[in-house]
């Protein structure tokens, strides 16, 4: 049966699920049911393109478990979508909730498709079709879908829409982050890179480490969360020396002008070609001698094959599965690389979409003060809480993270029971 999930991010997650299920003694009926996902939609996805053809893509909505509450989580679009990758995502957007106690459960979906291939239009016609197709499956009260990976506030937008046509009448709660003036939430858009970096001051406040000028940082990744990442960070006076997209990385040994160059990429400039910098080729940057590197790109990044080239003191995944299983089991023996795992590092995004889903069910907003300082009372909350677990059975962090999300589950699943 495992088949049908076969895919290198998944059987990386199951990996570092059975390791965390071995070492805290899990319930092996729990253990058994945490492998695979409560459902699995797979949808085809026919789309009349603008030279009047009509193509068909596939679509996937993988819900994991709902134990805690409605399934969360992103839609992707993106030629490398598959089962697996979708289902290894809903598994960790499960654990994610439960660790910083937000009460949803974890969900994942996409399409297979290269976004920027298509027009406008098509964008629209597909994003308004996989919608249509999923519709029984999602919703405000179910499953609530998000931006991800090649889908954005636009994304966001048609698919809040078509919803609301269907049910005829507008639901913002079917989907978070949406454009503000249709019912999103202010500092969606920066939440994740904002959160990995609340999450490096609580490891640097942990390791001694004052976060200023002496303190250098590279960023895998320079969309919305890895410049955001890269910005906030610039901003507390760290020296970020390098970051990277699919091309390749600049770099500049007395810091890049971080606002400069976000300008830059975003008025449709390339990387590569920002003045004034050297150049990198794609995937050096991780290996550079800096105080913190942040994949904040893809996943399995970081391998077996280059873990031990690390020469960082905090290692921020802001990417879902940056490390996988045999990068992190060496890791894990790698004593002077302080990890910051996904399920924590990268948890800001979904905890402000919980926000947006109570302000969207409430129609009632929060000012961008009562945001920051919510999500970043949760974070460091959470960081504690893993910390205490790691020191207290001497558990590398992403082991301690997964504990404890993954206990707080079993919990939730031991107290509900098995129906019928």
């Known amino acids: 049966m495992e088949m049908e999930w076969d895919d290198p991010l998944y059987r990386s997650t199951v990996a570092l699920f059975e390791h965390t299920a071995e070492t805290m003694k899990l319930d092996p009926n729990i253990r058994r049911r945490l492998r695979f996902p409560d459902r699995a939609v797979i949808v085809t996805v026919p789309v009349r393109m603008d030279d009047d053809r009509v193509e068909t893509f596939h679509g996937y909505r993988v ?15 993106s030629p490398d979508v598959n089962l697996g990758e979708t289902t290894a995502l809903a598994m960790l957007m499960t654990v994610k909730c439960a660790l910083v106690g937000i009460p949803f459960g974890g969900a994942k979906g996409g399409v297979r498709v290269d976004p920027s291939k298509l027009s406008r239009g098509e964008l629209q016609r597909l994003t308004r079709r996989f919608t249509a197709e999923i519709i029984n499956d999602i919703g405000p009260d179910f499953d609530i879908p998000a931006p991800d990976l090649g889908t954005n506030e636009q994304i966001m937008s048609w698919m809040m829409d078509t919803y609301s046509q269907q049910k005829g009448h507008a639901i913002p709660a079917a ?6 003036e249709i019912g999103g939430s202010l500092l969606r858009l920066q939440a994740t890179g904002r959160g990995v970096v609340y999450l490096v001051q609580d490891a640097a406040a942990h390791l001694g480490i004052e976060l200023g000028p002496k303190i250098t940082a590279a960023v895998q990744g320079f969309g919305n969360v890895g410049s955001e990442l890269a910005l906030h960070l610039h901003e507390l006076g760290v020296k970020v020396v390098a970051v990277e997209d699919v091309k390749g990385a600049v770099y500049s040994k007395g810091g890049l002008d971080i606002p400069a160059l976000r300008r830059h990429y975003q008025e449709g400039g390339k ?5 004034d910098v050297e150049t990198l080729p794609k995937g ?4 550079l001698p800096v105080d913190i590197v942040a994949p904040a790109a893809v996943s399995g990044v970081i391998t077996g094959k280059n873990v031990e080239k690390l020469r960082c003191r905090i290692l921020a995944e802001g990417a879902n599965g940056a490390v996988n299983a045999d990068a992190d089991a060496i890791l894990r023996d790698q004593s002077d690389i302080f990890v910051l795992p996904d399920v924590l590092a990268n948890s800001g995004g979904v905890t402000v979409s919980y926000f947006e889903w109570v302000q969207s069910l409430q129609y009632f907003f ?3 003060d009562e945001i920051d300082g919510r999500l970043r009372a949760i974070l460091s909350k959470a960081f504690r ?5 790691a020191e207290r059975r001497k558990l590398d962090m992403r082991t301690a993270a997964l504990t404890h999300g993954m206990g707080r589950l079993a919990e939730a699943m031991k107290l509900r029971g098995l129906f019928p």
């Open 63 to 77: 819900q994991h478990n709902n134990t805690r509450g409605p399934f969360k989580g992103g839609i992707r679009f």
């Open 175 to 180: 989907v978070t982050g949406k454009p503000i």
């Open 271 to 275: 990387l590569l070609e920002f003045p």
């Open 284 to 287: 050096e940057l991780l290996e």
């Open 366 to 368: 929060w000012t961008a």
């Open 385 to 389: 809480e893993v910390l205490d677990v």
